[in-house]
């Protein structure tokens, strides 16, 4: 995962001790060069100690922040005493960028309150975000409201905020692909594109024709072919598919491969049941599998590009592959677990151990010779994080939700992609979804990062999101 960069702003006032500002400066550097974050900061030759406090320091600072602009995901700001709210809000507002701010807070010490020593930075901080309210500015805070930029609690305040910077970053002109129609029994993947070309996200679409074409038009030696067929026998245990089926994955991928390049799409959203089987005698399941798992470019089923705007946000917060599950089955009477099951195309990764197979549900239809291609498994026992989104169409909102949960370890007989998902609360959650029509497909991802994806939907990009506790 590229390195998040933060744009660092050193708040000071004068009648305060400019040594704490001083120091200040060199422990935020200190904390973030430590834990892997890079910095863009005034040099401390270019303001007086390389903070902010009048507005010629804020002019400066603003100035080189926009020069900087491509390269700064979200901007820190640090208090290590009161520090010139004015000042932090002239240098963010001139800085042209809109981008995740947090503001931090240094707390003062019982054996250091006396002039020289005092830092005011807890009333300081209040004052800050007074300012940047007035000027329309949205910013993010640390969860104590003072905490030391040398302890672990603000390690993870870092890194709760880098993962709401790349969601806001990394949604910011995505293109995601569309191939294919929705299945016509699916109207609950309905969304409006228009929506979400407002908020900066592209939909191109194909025909699932042309990629079937496309990959008709291939041959068995064709190098693209050959490559493919290797890729896919060293993803997961693929023994028992037939060769020509094998050979039909590895066409199919390798054409989706070359669209979703020629595009430079960020994720895709495929048409499956039963067009693909019927007319290619196959399921996209191991391909949608290994573009998530490989290329960091999520796949999701039925055509459900509002999944996929969740499993790409998940996937931006946490650095790791993100799946689409169904809310599937109650699990026996506990109230607080359920299901959670596709047929599948989850990431390798979410498996205890990955084998590719044929779609037991649908091959009672058009056989199980034109099923081959899903990857099946047990989903690990690991901490999670869900989230679904909807555009509202008739409101003209996103809506969503999100929280948090674990996959556990319990026994399931079953086929398919499966976990046993474990939700405080989960009966509210299912009321919650069942009232405000929500669809039944969720995106989930092995971490909990629910905090940081709430961060950067709600407060940065304005959608209408319920957190579930």
């Known amino acids: 995962m590229k390195k998040t960069t933060f744009g660092v702003i050193v708040g000071n006032r004068g009648f305060f001790p ?57 901007i820190i700001v640090t208090l290590p005493n009161f520090g010139d709210e004015k000042g932090v809000m002239e240098a963010i507002k001139l800085s042209g960028l809109k981008v995740p701010v947090l503001i931090q807070a240094e707390p003062d010490e019982p054996g250091k309150m006396m002039m020289g020593q005092r830092r005011d930075s807890f009333c300081g901080k209040i004052s800050t975000c007074n300012n940047l309210r007035q000027a329309g500015i949205n910013f993010s805070l640390t969860n104590s409201h003072t905490v030391s930029v040398s302890s672990e609690e603000f390690v993870r305040d870092l890194e709760d905020f880098a993962a709401t910077c790349r969601i806001v970053k ?16 699916f109207n609950t993947v309905r969304f409006s594109e228009k929506l979400l070309e407002l908020t900066g996200i592209s939909v191109e679409t194909i025909d699932l024709s042309e990629i079937l074409g496309q990959a008709e038009a291939l041959k068995d030696d064709d190098k693209i072919v050959r490559d493919k067929l290797v890729a896919i026998k060293e993803y997961a245990e693929s023994g028992s598919v037939p060769q020509v089926s094998m050979l039909r994955l590895a066409k199919f991928g390798a054409v989706v491969d070359r669209w979703v390049a020629e595009w430079e799409l ?14 290619f005698g196959i399921c996209s399941c191991v391909q949608m599998s290994m573009m998530g798992e490989y290329l960091g470019k999520p796949s999701a089923c039925e055509v459900d590009i509002m999944g996929l705007v969740g499993m ?28 959670c099951f596709h047929c ?65 370890n319990d026994p399931l007989e079953t086929f398919g992609g499966y976990g046993v998902a ?20 969720v995106a989930v991802n092995l971490s909990q990062k629910a905090e940081a994806v709430a961060e950067a939907l709600e407060n940065y990009l304005g959608w209408d999101i319920y957190r579930h506790i």
């Open 312 to 339: 790409y946000l998940l996937q931006l917060a946490s650095g790791t592959p993100s799946a689409l599950l169904d809310w599937n089955n109650n699990c026996q009477d506990n109230p607080d677990k359920c299901v």
């Open 170 to 185: 990394g949604l910011k002109n995505s293109r995601f692909g569309a191939i294919g129609a929705r299945p016509g029994a």
């Open 18 to 74: 400019d040594v704490l500002a001083q120091q200040g400066r060199e422990d935020i550097l200190k904390a973030l060069k430590k834990n892997g974050f890079k910095a863009v900061t005034p040099d401390a030759t270019e303001t007086k100690y390389g903070a902010v406090e009048t507005l010629a320091e804020a002019k400066k600072c603003a100035e080189l922040f926009a020069r900087k602009a491509d390269e700064i995901d979200g």
């Open 266 to 279: 960020d994720g895709t959203a495929i048409q499956c049941w039963t067009s693909l089987q019927e007319n």
């Open 422 to 441: 474990k939700i405080p609360n989960l009966q509210t959650l299912l009321q919650f979804i069942c009232i405000n029509g929500f669809e039944h497909h």
């Open 344 to 408: 599948s195309n989850l990431p390798r990764s979410f498996f205890q151990k990955a084998t590719i197979d044929f779609q037991e549900i649908i091959a009672g239809s058009v056989g199980k010779e034109n099923t081959w291609g899903t990857i099946v498994g047990q989903i690990k026992p690991s901490p999670m994080t869900f989230c679904r989104l909807t555009t509202n169409d008739a409101a003209g909102v996103i809506q969503g939700y999100l929280g948090q949960g674990e996959f556990t």
